[in-house]
């Protein structure tokens, strides 16, 4: 059975400020909460779980890291809280063949800037504009059931240049009412792990509720799904006798 943990910082939900409200009103249980609620229907037999970055070890112990094939990850606002400690342990687990699903403002996490290898500085504007996704590359599996377009009426803008390595491959470019595009939509392999990213999805916006945003991170969960399960820790045996004759 594969197993998926939907991690969130569960702090603008708390707050006690216009984006909190907003954060509620949308998502009134927290966006993990409701990822887990519109994403479980594509996912029949697999079993799903939260997790915070306040409940203990951060919501990642390590039965709990250590059983996850799928890995989905929302922050914000508390990158710099998530531990040195616990990012190295994910980032094992990805080389290790673990599925990563980086959202929004995750471009910033601890994590993901690992994994790329690079700052993922971005240009952002929020103003509520609209924005156009495009599905550049439609024969990819996380671009399957997703027409060659669609619309988010409002949105918080992420434009370039945007700061990726660049062995990233776009399955997603989206443009912006004010004139903008963004690379929104990529995905990586790091090690044995497969790594997506997808920007759509700000904290006071009913934007989680898309049917096509849902189910192009639907998609990409799937396609990050370890085949053959997660191997931990990768190995690199000494292989003492030569395959060749030597000398």
């Known amino acids: 059975?594969?197993?998926?943990?939907?991690?969130?910082?569960?702090?603008?939900?708390?707050?006690?400020?216009?984006?909190?409200?907003?954060c509620r009103q949308h998502y009134p249980n927290g966006i993990h909460r409701h990822l887990e609620s519109v994403l479980a229907p594509s996912f029949p037999g697999w079993e799903t779980r939260c997790a915070s970055l306040g409940e203990p070890q951060n919501g990642l112990p390590d039965e709990v890291l250590n059983s996850t094939d799928v890995l989905v990850w929302w922050g914000h606002m508390a990158h710099h809280k998530v531990p040195d400690e616990l990012v190295a342990k994910i980032h094992m687990r990805i080389l290790s063949g673990m599925g990563l699903v980086v959202l929004h403002s995750g471009h910033f996490s601890k994590i993901f800037q690992r994994v790329c290898g690079t700052h993922c500085e971005l240009k952002w504007r929020e103003i509520g504009e609209r924005e156009r996704v495009w599905t550049v590359d439609p024969f990819h599996p996380i671009a399957k059931g997703i027409p060659d377009s669609f619309a988010i009426e409002q949105t918080e803008m992420y434009g370039e240049p945007f700061g990726i390595p660049f062995d990233a491959h776009l399955v997603f470019m989206s443009w912006y009412q004010g004139g903008n595009v963004f690379r929104s939509g990529f995905t990586l392999?790091?090690?044995?792990?497969?790594?997506?990213?997808?920007?759509?999805?700000h904290e006071t916006l009913p934007i989680y509720?898309?049917?096509n945003v849902v189910k192009v991170i639907a998609n990409g969960i799937k396609w990050a799904n370890p085949a053959e399960g997660v191997i931990f820790p990768p190995q690199c045996p000494c292989e003492q006798n030569p395959r060749e004759k030597v000398g």
């Open 189 to 201: 392999q790091r090690g044995a792990g497969k790594v997506f990213y997808f920007s759509p999805g």
């Open 209 to 211: 509720h898309n049917e």
């Open 1 to 22: 059975m594969p197993k998926l943990t939907i991690w969130n910082e569960f702090l603008h939900e708390t707050e006690d400020s216009e984006c909190g409200r907003l």
